[in-house]
């Protein structure tokens, strides 16, 4: 059974479901098709530039997990601050110098002892992007797309994350205009680490909903 993997990523395998795997599909989507068509014309028309296109590239690739990374990290430090994300996640990321390219909202979902939150776009692969960067490939998958919403134990299950019978998922769908962040559950034993030591154990996958934070990646 194949498991969804991006870049390094090992998710343990989970034996014994009957499912449609995610996996990755060499021929482009719809979406895909669509953008590189809406693209070219608009060149051809003269309405945007190489130029322009270079430029948002460009804003795109310095955007990475690390900004988000210190939101997080902050929130977890800083209980004044954390209300203030949780209430306006655009507003709370802007405190720290991220700024935001679109006009899209954002909403900061925290996972507690009883709730766990996962993201999706059912629709395409809407993501915050101004805080995490590019989406890795398999939330863009129709499989996770489509599984994460119908069997959200499952789909954390291959990533390794079991949550237990008791504590209450909730997925929530990015749209065009409103994307979602996933505020971790700090891990315990990590009292009077810095924010850098913080930051450096909170992984985009994390931030996405399907791992938890743990204490494997801090930083040397």
């Known amino acids: 059974m194949t498991n969804p993997q991006d870049h390094g990523h090992d998710h343990p395998h989970n034996h014994g479901h009957d499912h449609t795997p995610i996996e990755m599909v060499d021929v482009p989507g719809y979406y895909e098709v669509m953008e590189t068509a809406v693209r070219e014309l608009l060149t051809a028309k003269g309405l945007i530039s190489a130029n322009d296109i270079r ?11 690390a ?5 997080v990290a902050r929130a977890w430090t800083d209980p004044a601050f954390k209300a203030r994300l949780l209430a306006d996640g655009r507003k709370g990321c802007e405190e720290l110098g991220i700024s935001f390219y679109d006009d899209t909202q954002l909403i900061v979902l925290e996972n507690t002892e009883t709730v766990h939150n996962l ?33 959200p134990r499952k789909v954390l299950a291959e990533f390794g ?27 315990q034993g990590t009292e009077g680490w ?3 030591d913080l930051a450096a154990i909170v992984t985009r996958d994390a931030m996405i909903g399907v791992i938890p934070v743990t204490t494997d990646r801090k930083a040397a």
């Open 119 to 151: 993201i999706v776009c059912t629709l395409c692969s809407c993501y915050p992007r101004p805080v995490l960067g590019l989406p890795p490939d398999w939330y863009k998958l129709k499989p996770y797309r489509a599984r994460a919403v119908s069997e």
């Open 55 to 65: 430029h948002q590239i460009e804003v795109l690739d310095s955007r990475t997990p």
């Open 161 to 187: 994350t079991d949550i237990p019978d008791d504590v209450e998922i909730r997925v929530s769908d990015s749209t065009a205009v409103v994307r979602y962040l996933v505020l971790p559950r700090r891990p």
């Open 67 to 71: 900004l988000g990374a210190q939101v």
């Open 194 to 196: 810095s924010r850098d």
